[in-house]
């Protein structure tokens, strides 16, 4: 390979890919709008670029062979092209990464909005550079938004945490919390609605934290967001339970746009395991922020994440955590594999689970989130939600999220792209979107109040019992579950 080659400054192009969370992908969109704004031409990623631009994750072990993996891509696409590393892995382990062969920019936390600068007329050298600068000096917050199509956008409101969960390299890859003022998010916001978006999902590593060091708060925030002009969904990508208050409950229960779905990382389903995690709640508290959504909003979908084989996890204490997520009225469980990292806390733990028992917890909890899927969607079928239609076309329909987070599909109509109507939701299959049909357009200026079905008998179906407990599967749905 010609370590010596330049790339021509009147034709250039660039591709990105972005391991990781939503967070990295409205990041790397705004590094493709930078690129744009220096008339480079954006290609896919697989198509052959002068410039191939990696946005890492640190989340699990697997981040060094993910990125080995996604140079080696680039450079069979061109092995002269000039590639870049940035993101969390970056920061974490820059030299880890000059080391990979084909990589000759690696870019920290701090730096990574300023790649243009830094690469000058990208060329090829044969020594990798690396601009990585200490975590702590990452204090400026740089605005981004992402987004699949055009219905829905990513906004970044939010980065860095001041949290020290025992599994976590998020505070050592993207330093401490801060965010912008209400006011520049604003501004964000209606750039993204002037673009046509109808959905924002506010994301950042910890949402909840907005305005820490403020006077400015996340309720703040979304009440100022609900006033909006022309924007008629605002969802939360993720927010923690210690943080997830009566006050913003009550708001997202009455308001305008924020929608009924709330994703609460739990972790573990153990008192015992979220003290050692470190976690800022037991299972009482969580318990308690999860009854109060549903005696506020009894069709909210609530998403859980939950690690398996941390550090201390005997067979006893996920025996616990199953069962209290087996209980737990939740509509699906985000479940994560524990991987060591370097310079955090849990590798010091000790009481080590082996890879494949971990496998395993993983496993057994996904078939519960199966489950739990299928009980929540089949649970409101009788019903009709706002739903706010996709570009993707799959076997012959077009599908979008209800305000409740349902996927629902309906024969293809090209009218529908990025239009919110209101559907009946007919049937489910497991593994599949709940199938629907068009019964009006909706108006989002109002709250939506979904009818309830009722049985032959004439009696409501819930999917909730009067305990608050998840409502029982019937059989034939369990065995269905089970042979896919």
């Known amino acids: 390979m010609d370590r010596n080659s330049s790339i021509s400054t009147s034709t250039k192009s660039v591709a990105f890919y972005t391991l990781g969370c939503k967070l990295n992908f409205a990041e790397t969109s705004t590094l493709k709008r930078h690129f744009e704004g220096q008339r480079f031409t954006i290609l896919p990623f697989d198509k052959k670029s002068d410039v191939y631009v990696i946005n890492t994750c640190s989340v699990t072990q697997d981040a060094n062979r993910d990125c080995r993996k996604v140079v080696r891509r680039a450079m069979r696409q061109n092995p002269n092209a000039y590639i870049v590393v940035t993101g969390c892995y970056a920061q974490l382990e820059p030299d880890e990464i000059a080391s990979i062969e084909g990589v000759d920019l690696v870019v920290g936390a701090k730096e990574k909005f300023d790649i243009l600068q830094l690469a000058g007329n990208f060329e090829k050298c044969d020594q990798t550079i690396v601009h990585r600068s200490d975590v702590n000096k990452a204090v400026d917050f740089h605005h981004a938004f992402s987004s699949s199509d055009r219905t829905r956008a990513f906004l970044k409101v939010q980065d860095g945490c001041d949290y020290t969960c025992s599994f976590c390299t998020i505070p050592l890859a993207r330093g401490k919390s801060r965010s912008p003022s209400i006011a520049q998010i604003l501004d964000n916001a209606k750039q993204v609605i002037g673009d046509g978006y109808r959905e924002i999902v506010l994301t950042g590593v910890n949402v909840g934290d907005f305005g820490n060091r403020t006077d400015e708060t996340f309720i703040n925030l979304l009440r100022k967001m609900d006033r909006l002009p022309g924007l008629d969904r605002i969802r939360i990508s993720s927010i923690e339970p210690n943080l997830l208050t009566d006050e913003i409950i009550d708001f997202v229960a009455d308001s305008r746009t924020v929608q009924p779905h709330f994703h609460i990382p739990l972790q573990s389903g153990s008192d015992k395991m979220l003290k050692l995690m470190k ?9 308690k922020r999860v009854e ?72 057994k909890l996904r078939r519960i989130s199966e489950q739990k899927r299928f009980d929540f969607d089949s649970s409101l079928l009788g019903t009709t939600r706002p739903v706010l239609f996709e570009q993707q076309v799959l076997d012959g329909g077009i599908s979008g999220w209800s305000d409740n987070y349902i996927r629902v599909s309906v024969p293809y109509d090209p009218d529908l792209v990025n239009k919110i109507v209101l559907c009946r939701l007919d049937h489910k299959f497991p593994g599949e979107p709940v199938q629907g049909r068009v019964e009006t357009v909706y108006n989002p200026g109002t709250v939506h109040r979904a009818v309830e079905p009722v049985n032959a008998s004439g009696e409501l179906l819930r999917y909730f019992n009067t305990n608050g407990n998840a409502a029982k599967t019937s059989t034939n749905a369990i065995n269905t579950i089970e042979q896919n």
């Open 279 to 287: 976690r800022r709640y037991q299972t009482d508290r969580y318990s």
């Open 292 to 363: 109060r959504i549903l005696n506020r909003m009894p069709h909210a979908c609530i998403g859980v994440d939950v690690i398996t084989g941390h550090p201390g996890e005997t067979e006893k204490l996920f025996q616990t955590s199953m069962e209290y997520l087996q209980e737990l009225p939740a509509g699906y469980l985000h479940v994560f594999t524990y991987s060591e990292r370097p310079n955090t806390t849990a590798t010091g733990i000790g009481g080590n689970v082996s890879r494949q028992i971990r496998k395993q917890r993983t496993h």
